[in-house]
């Protein structure tokens, strides 16, 4: 079992920047791949941003491109997701996730793929 939790989460001002970041226990997370959500109010969860288990390989919802940077430290068994220009349409409560690779390989934008959340982490951005 992985155990998550994010951190970093905050109420900033539009243009600011955070960096979220997501802590694991249990085990070592340099096995999984690894991915970021996020929750707006009233609507569905969506993918935002995901890592391959070594940090080689990154993916993003094109509309965070360029302002979203996702990276892992396997050594510290955390994952990081550095936030620039924020928007007032970033707020919501983003999760962690890592997915359990099987057979049919890493599943990067399925949300139903991945085995393991954390609780999430509120970001609020003011306009």
């Known amino acids: 079992q992985v155990q998550l939790v994010e951190s970093g989460g905050g109420l900033v001002q539009a243009g600011g920047s955070l960096r979220l970041s997501c802590a694991a226990s249990?085990?070592?997370?340099?096995?999984?791949?690894m991915g970021w959500f996020r929750q707006a109010p009233g609507k569905e969860r969506e993918f935002v941003a995901a890592?391959?288990?070594?940090?080689?390989?990154?993916y993003y919802l094109d509309s965070v491109k360029g302002r979203f940077t996702i990276s892992r430290d396997n050594a510290k068994n955390t994952m990081y997701l550095h936030i620039d220009s924020l928007k007032p349409e970033d707020t919501a409560v983003y999760y962690c996730?890592?997915?359990?690779?099987?057979?049919?390989?890493?599943?990067?934008?399925?949300?139903?793929?991945?085995?393991?959340w954390g609780q999430g982490t509120q970001v609020t951005v003011s306009s």
């Open positions: 996730a890592a997915q359990r690779v099987r057979g049919s390989g890493w599943h990067v934008h399925a949300i139903n793929e991945y085995d393991y």
């Open positions: 249990g085990r070592t997370l340099s096995s999984y791949p």
């Open positions: 890592i391959s288990s070594s940090g080689s390989s990154t």
